[in-house]
Antibody, heavy 121, light 107 residues
Framework: QVQLQESGPGLVKPSQTLSLTCTVS??????????WSWIRQHPGKGLEWIGYIYYSGSTYYNPSLKSRVTISVDTSKNQFSLKLSSVTAADTAVYYCARERLAGNWYFDLWGRGTLVTVSS | AIWMTQSPSLLSASTGDRVTISCRMS??????LAWYQQKPGKAPELLIY???TLQSGVPSRFSGSGSGTDFTLTISCLQSEDFATYYCQQYYSFPRTFGGGTKVEIK
């Protein structure tokens, strides 16, 4: 079955760029039919959608983060990645990659386990 | 963006209780609403989509209703494994948004 796994540094210094990768196993990103998304959760708080990428490379970002976010895809490695620039302590959160199903009803049907990223000097 | 008001934020209940969680939208979203369950240290899991369709494998004690701006998640007979936090999410438009969450705790 398809699984998602986030990876990347757990500690990032303020003003630097947060970089995470989500590896998709058990299925192909290139098969289509899904948006590949990033979602974050501040400690003890709710969920915030960051953006998505389609296997073709088309993207859509949350306007609240758009100026700092880049999501890319590497179909040869079956991975997609998140870059968030100029981070501050407010970007400390658990970051999830998730799959959004595109078939009449669009919802997040598969999530990674999440990875905690702390922004601190 | 579509804002979502979820209530209550905290719900104390006992095993066997019937509980109801509300989610209200800032604008109509037809039935483009999903509900998720999240346990501590885990990723959210899909319970319901299209406001009332149970995801495969989800127990029938969970049900969803509503359309437009007002939605409800009901757990008919609370089980021990149901103590968790629940989120609603709209997929009517971008950016996708989530409710603030409802923590269901043991009374």
């Amino acid at each position: 079955q398809v699984q998602l796994q986030e990876s990347g540094p757990g500690l990032v210094k303020p003003s630097q760029t947060l970089s995470l990768t989500c590896t998709v196993s058990g299925g192909s990103i290139s098969s289509g039919g899904y948006y590949w998304s990033w979602i974050r959760q501040h400690p003890g708080k709710g969920l915030e959608w960051i953006g998505y990428i389609y296997y073709s490379g088309s993207t859509y970002y949350n306007p609240s983060l758009k100026s700092r976010v880049t999501i890319s895809v590497d179909t040869s490695k079956n991975q997609f990645s998140l870059k968030l620039s100029s981070v501050t302590a407010a970007d400390t959160a658990v970051y999830y990659c998730a799959r959004e199903r595109l078939a009449g009803n669009w919802y997040f049907d598969l999530w990674g386990r999440g990875t905690l990223v702390t922004v601190s000097s | 963006a579509i804002w979502m008001t979820q209530s209550p934020s905290l719900l104390s209940a006992s095993t066997g209780d019937r509980v109801t969680i509300s989610c209200r939208m800032s604008q109509g979203i037809s039935s483009y609403l999903a509900w998720y369950q999240q346990k501590p240290g885990k990723a959210p899991e899909l319970l319901i989509y299209a406001a009332s369709t149970l995801q495969s494998g989800v127990p029938s004690r969970f049900s969803g209703s509503g359309s437009g701006t007002d939605f409800t998640l009901t757990i008919s007979c609370l089980q021990s494994e149901d103590f968790a936090t629940y989120y609603c999410q709209q997929y009517y438009s971008f950016p996708r948004t989530f409710g603030g969450g409802t923590k269901v705790e043991i009374k």
